[in-house]
């Protein structure tokens, strides 16, 4: 009798649990995402209680490696402006465990202040859960910053700084065997060839990270597909173009071997900072990469001379690849508008703020009449690009080919490709079969 | 009047019994039962995880998973690795276990040597054995001259192998201290009969050990292989699930599905098959080995 008893509540507690977590699930995720709306006009009342009042906003930060660390910076500028407000701080790598803490933060409530980059503004943005930032904050940084963070006209993203993406070449190394910056795949194949000749590895190469697959991968997409054919995505979705069919495609993941073929037999299990090193102490002459090595290559070595050119592409027309990154979002339920906008304040009004997080992260300045001061041995290659106008902003490939769940996946199938599990040809089917994942909403 | 008596107490026994496995209870349930069953129910759905669409779609996604490569290969990887770490780590801890039991000096001192690593979170290890392969072992391997290939992570035909040696090397100790427990506990009498019966240490070990510590090595067992079934932190800081995908566990592929590919209705079937086959695999294993069980 009381083993019936006891399997009796168990099955009903079973019961009870399943159908409240079913309840629940619909409730919350509606008002997760529907309610924000509805929501925002009380937390615009609720919003003018904060004046004077302490106040504790919670804050996601979904960081690049080089961002760990400006949380402090901020905090401090922030307690001297503004003492009454203070930031609780959530720290995780963007790329691993920013969109699974968003996930879960969608079931119960967003925190007031998310730190992620441009991309995700389309990803969540759609959904309703994100605040429109106030043309005051949005005045202060770049015309450029907007363009990929404005959906329907509103824009839900700060974008405070920017990442530029090429192939890092040792200057040095580039003038004593008298190479010229490469304009076409000829050019390179020639410094390669020399490269090889002269016993230089010619790429340091670090794909024991899969994402450094998926980056370069869409470095190289940018130049040969998405800068001729801006909508490419959208097309995929469509059906009217696939990784299969797309010549150009297939050349840009063919630009994976070229790497691979050309770089240190250890790659897969080179980390970064090992890379990064081993360019720095001359093992070699290139790294496709972006400004997130800057801060290893000077931590390593401060006199480090290195430059930055675009990958070629087929047509010799390639351009310089930027990337907008820390971008503020802001929760649309949120409670303490005023307290958010005094952090935005000071984010965008306190120069010396700004300039020592751009240092700290050596990224180059999204605000206006803000530079950093760190020496940037690239920066004159960059200028050069930005006064021709050959540079391109990735956030378009991003938004159409999302990174989690697609590029991040596709870059596994690569990495087998080049470790010859898989042809060629399953890497490129695999992309295509995963044509579901590749847009956020 | 007695027979009353005794109902009464056996009802307030059963009344403290309930009370007693109130807490646990709950906590169980709601820790456990509840979130599996909110799991099958997800795995019934196209949920993403985000929106507030969640389609029922019957069992459509159980149906997907008998087509979907990268799931049967997660398994397949899995199986491999557990595979390999049952059978490893029962021998290398029994076989450890009996030389520490035979006397040998400065037993102490080896008995926490082979412990301490398993007190080591399974991301450290992974990071460790990352170094070692990529910057240790190659470092030694110029300074003696050699030419051993001990990039064990970097290739998708070695990595298994690096994967089942960074595991052993942290859980071996573990297992060996529940063997070292099991051979003290069997009685020295029982050695004495079989020697007297004129039984050399090999057949002492095969007729006396091995039947005595057959309770020790259901645990181990059982241990061993659910652990590895549910292998994921020791790839998250080593290999990634790569090169490509040739370390990818099925703990590893349903994150990835669920939450990076935004599929948590998909990934939620893949958890329930998980769940069922770590019951199976189990219960099989702990029928089969409590039928061999002995007591002194």
């Keep these: 009798m009381r083993r019936k008893v006891v399997s009796a509540m168990l099955l009903l507690s079973m019961m009870a649990g399943l159908f409240a977590g079913c309840g629940s699930s619909t409730s919350e995720s509606t008002g997760g995402n529907t309610g924000t709306a509805k929501e925002e006009g009380t937390e615009a009342s609720d919003s003018s209680d904060d004046a004077g009042d302490e106040v504790t906003l919670t804050v996601l930060a979904g960081q690049s490696t080089t961002d760990a660390g400006i949380e402090d910076m901020i905090d401090e500028a922030l307690a001297e402006k503004y003492p009454e407000v203070t930031l609780e701080w959530e720290c995780v790598d963007w790329g691993n465990d920013f969109q699974p803490k968003m996930q879960q933060y969608m079931q119960s409530g967003l925190p007031d202040i998310m730190i992620g980059k441009a991309q995700d503004v389309a990803t969540y943005a759609p959904l309703g859960v994100l605040g429109t930032i106030d043309d005051t904050y949005l005045d202060k940084g770049l015309d450029a910053a907007r363009e990929n963070v404005t959906i329907d006209g509103s824009t839900y993203g700060l974008v405070y700084n920017a990442l530029y993406q090429g192939v890092y070449y040792n200057k040095t190394m580039f003038k004593e065997n008298g190479w010229e910056i490469p304009k076409t795949m000829d050019d390179l194949q020639k410094i390669i060839d020399d490269c090889n000749a002269k016993g230089i590895t010619p790429f340091a190469s670090h794909m024991v990270d899969t994402w450094s697959i998926g980056n370069v991968t869409m470095q190289f997409m940018m130049n040969d597909v998405f800068n001729h054919t801006p909508d490419w995505g959208d097309q995929f979705r469509d059906g009217k173009v696939s990784f299969s069919e797309d010549k150009n495609m297939q050349t840009a993941y063919q630009y994976n071997k070229l790497i691979f073929d050309n770089t240190f037999p250890e790659t897969f299990s080179t980390e970064q900072t090992d890379c990064d090193a081993k360019m720095v102490l001359g093992e070699a002459a290139m790294k496709v990469s972006g400004s997130w090595s800057i801060q290893n290559f000077l931590d390593i070595d401060e006199n480090f001379d290195f430059g930055i050119f675009p990958f070629p592409n087929q047509t010799g027309d390639s351009k310089l690849i930027f990337e907008p990154n820390i971008t503020v979002m802001t929760s649309a339920a949120t409670k303490h508008q005023d307290a958010i906008d005094k952090v935005l304040d000071v984010l965008t009004s306190d120069t010396e703020l700004a300039t020592e997080i751009y240092d700290y992260t050596k990224t180059a300045s999204m605000l206006k009449d803000v530079s950093p001061t760190f020496e940037n041995p690239s920066q004159e290659d960059i200028d050069k690009y930005a006064a021709s106008g050959d540079i391109v902003d990735v956030t378009l490939g991003n938004n159409q080919l999302v990174w989690g769940g697609f590029q991040e996946e596709n870059a596994k199938y690569i990495a087998s490709w080049l470790q010859g599990e898989i042809s060629f040809e399953d890497a490129l089917k695999a992309s295509d079969d995963r044509v579901g994942a590749s847009k956020a909403n | ?296």
């Excluded at chain 2, 240490?201 to 091995?210: L, M």
């Excluded at chain 2, 932190?233 to 703990?251: V, Y």
């Design chain 2, 1 to 296: 009047m007695k027979e009353k008596r005794y109902l009464g107490m056996e009802k307030k026994l059963a009344r403290q019994y309930f009370i007693l496995i109130v807490p646990g209870f709950l906590i169980f349930t709601v820790g456990l039962i509840i979130p599996l069953f909110l799991s099958f129910r997800y795995s019934l759905t196209d949920w993403d995880g985000m929106s507030a669409n969640m389609k029922f779609i019957g069992l459509k996604n159980y149906i997907d998973l008998f087509h979907d490569k990268e799931f049967i290969e997660s398994w397949w990887f899995t199986v491999k690795f557990t595979i390999g770490n049952t059978i490893i780590q029962n021998i290398c801890a029994l076989l450890f276990a009996v030389a520490l039991d035979s006397g040998i000096k400065a037993q102490k001192f080896y008995r926490a040597a082979f412990f301490i690593p398993c007190l080591i979170s399974a991301v450290i290890v992974g990071f460790v054995w990352l170094k070692m392969y990529s910057n240790v072992l190659p470092a030694i391997n110029q300074w003696l001259g050699t030419n051993f290939n001990f990039m064990l992570f970097g290739n998708a035909k070695t990595v298994l192998g690096g994967l089942l040696i960074a595991n052993n090397w942290q859980w071996i100790g573990y297992w060996m201290l529940i063997y070292l427990a099991g051979l003290q506990s069997v009685p020295a009498e029982l050695y004495e009969a079989a020697r007297v019966d004129g039984a050399g240490p090999v057949k002492r070990f095969f007729h006396v050990t091995i039947p005595m510590l057959a309770p020790a090595i259901t645990i181990c067992v059982v241990g061993i292989t659910t652990g590895s079934l549910k292998v994921y932190d020791l790839l998250i800081s080593s290999t990634k699930g790569g090169p490509g995908r040739a370390s990818t566990s099925i703990i590893y592929q349903t994150y990835t599905t669920a939450i990076n590919g935004r599929q948590y209705g998909y990934g939620s079937a893949m958890t329930v098959t998980l769940v069922l086959m770590l019951l199976l695999v189990a219960l099989i294993q702990v029928k089969g080995l409590k039928n061999k069980e002995v007591q002194a």
